[in-house]
């Protein structure tokens, strides 16, 4: 998490700004069910694959039980259809140049972030990016990316059926944001706020 702050420029004092000020009624973080079952259980705080990002034990967690915010976990992956990269399947030399365009693509939404954050043309450049990806390999994107981003959305909606006229607010890497905002933005009886900032 200290390489991300610095990179990006994103502090958790920051992050525990911009809860506070949505006044959240319910948060939905990108963090597994079964990882958040057993942080409930044992106190362990990060994940079954030890893939819970640091912002939610250092913030999230304490200040829903702190604010009584109702938290609800939406992430999905199966650890065992989630080993293969998108250019395993390459030539080293190949493999080498793909690396090497992500990169590039990578340091686009870097920029993009450094002007604005949260933005449109962050995620523009982001939808791009995952659609190169899924050119290059669909069969692990539909899985990794697009089966996921499905059911994670749908946890969302379900969480909006379950707790109506809420505000929830959904903490995710800034990835993920193209994808919610496109399959939300017209859904009935949710008012889309976005971007926050």
Known sequence: MKKCKKKYNFPLSRLEELIKEFKPDVICGEVHPSSWELYLQT????????????????????????KGIEFVPVNWFEEDVFAEGPFDKYDPQTKAKLEKELQSWNDQKLSAWNEGGN???????????YDWLH???????NIVWNTRHYIMVARVKNAAKKYPDKRIL????????????????????????????
């Not at 050119?135 to 994107?141: E, F, K, L």
Request: with cysteine; proline share 7%.
């Open 135 to 141: 050119s290059v390999n669909p069969n692990v994107q």
């Open 43 to 66: 106190g362990e705080p990060f994940g079954i694959l030890g893939e819970t990002q640091n912002e939610y034990p250092q913030l999230i967690f304490p200040l829903c039980r702190e």
């Open 170 to 197: 959904c903490i995710h890497g800034a990835d993920h944001n193209y994808w919610y905002y496109q399959s939300l933005k017209a859904e009935e009886g949710i008012e889309l706020v976005y971007p926050l900032k």
């Open 119 to 129: 933005s449109f043309e962050y995620d523009a450049i982001t939808n791009e990016m």
